[in-house]
């Protein structure tokens, strides 16, 4: 396992068969052992550290074009909780440079491979000098791993939180996996124990829990650089009132005046009215009922979520949440 069988020529120049372990030729190359390494490991020695300098060189190398391409903010969170509704209406900003889909960047090990150099093409190219490039991606916000990466790519990085109830986000999440039948389970199932008791390992509370992943962030970027918008908030009231938030935190002009958005009897939520009088509105996907749940159960997560609620809010400084 991991190696394999290539030909070469010694001094009498008779071809011989070698056994070329990958694993020991990295021993060797990070123990710097090189001299050490048997001589029938040289040439596929020096063919791997070439590689390994080509691939840092073409994909991770700083170059200006790269430093200039990467994101100067990025929505990390919280899935189900009106990331997608945001990105949805900050595109429209022309002082923004926002990606068209989710990049997966940092959460997607085969994307994290391709280096720096991938991640700053799958952004459209910048309309007009001096925008700011933000890219979304709610997975970011809860794999612990990640917010290191994130910091190492840009520690001036400015981090955009999107949260809402966790217990209307956690029932949410619930939906959107029972209508994508990604998972299959009910909401019991996946949240209790067999005592009957909310299960704190579930995968569907992980993005609930804002206080534990909030600390990490704040471990690695100062409070300036990170801002929290109230996603029940930017749902239910006019957007303007959280976005003119985002563009004083991102320093951009003022562009969301109130008589952009205009709510839809149809929808139930507001739309973006655009200059020729055209209204966008969020997909079909958004605003759907959600499944229905026990009492019992809403309760149980309630308690569950008080203790790491008002952990958050002395955190973040802040209790202007109806959730609270």
């Known amino acids: 396992m991991f190696s394999f069988t290539y030909f070469y020529f010694p001094a009498n120049n008779s071809p011989q068969k070698t056994e070329f372990s990958i694993i020991q030729t990295i021993h060797c190359v990070f123990d710097l052992r090189l001299m050490r390494c ?29 430093n200039e391409g990467l994101p100067d903010a990025l929505v990390v969170g ?20 926002f990606n068209t889909g989710e990049i997966k960047f940092f959460n997607h090990p085969w994307n994290y491979l391709r280096g720096y150099r991938w991640y700053v093409n799958q952004f459209e190219p910048r309309t007009k000098r001096g925008q700011i490039r933000v890219e979304k991606t709610p997975e970011y916000f809860h794999f612990e791993s990640l917010t ?17 109830d966790p217990v209307k986000r ?7 996996e029972t209508v994508s039948r990604k998972y299959g389970g009910t909401i019991e199932q996946k949240l209790l124990d067999r005592f ?4 704190p390992t579930s995968e569907l509370l992980a993005p609930s829990l804002y206080a534990k992943h909030v600390k990490r962030f ?13 996603g029940d908030s930017l749902i239910k009231n006019n957007p303007s009132i959280e976005l003119r938030k985002i563009e004083q935190f991102l320093n951009v002009s003022n562009y969301f005046t109130t008589d952009k958005f205009v709510f ?15 209204q966008t509105c969020l997909g079909q996907t958004k605003g759907r009922k959600q499944t229905p ?12 979520f008080k203790r790491h609620n008002q952990e958050f809010f002395d955190l973040i400084g802040s209790e202007s949440f109806d959730w609270r």
């Open 293 to 304: 749940v026990d009492d019992r159960v809403v309760s149980k997560l309630k308690h569950f």
């Open 196 to 199: 009957g008791n909310i299960d």
């Open 264 to 278: 839809s009897q149809e929808k139930g939520f507001y739309c973006f009215n655009a200059t020729n009088n055209s």
């Open 78 to 97: 919280v899935k189900k909780s009106g990331t997608g509704a945001l990105r949805s209406f900050l595109k429209f900003h022309p002082d923004m440079n």
């Open 38 to 66: 048997r001589n029938s490991q040289g040439l596929p020695l020096l063919l791997f550290t070439c590689l390994l300098f080509s691939y840092y060189y073409t994909c991770w190398h700083r170059t200006q074009y790269i």
């Open 170 to 176: 956690t029932i949410s999440d619930h939906t959107q």
């Open 148 to 164: 290191r990466l994130i910091w190492l790519m840009n520690p001036k990085l400015k981090v955009i939180v999107v949260v809402r």
């Open 218 to 230: 704040l471990h690695f970027f100062p409070r300036d650089q990170l801002h929290i918008v109230d």
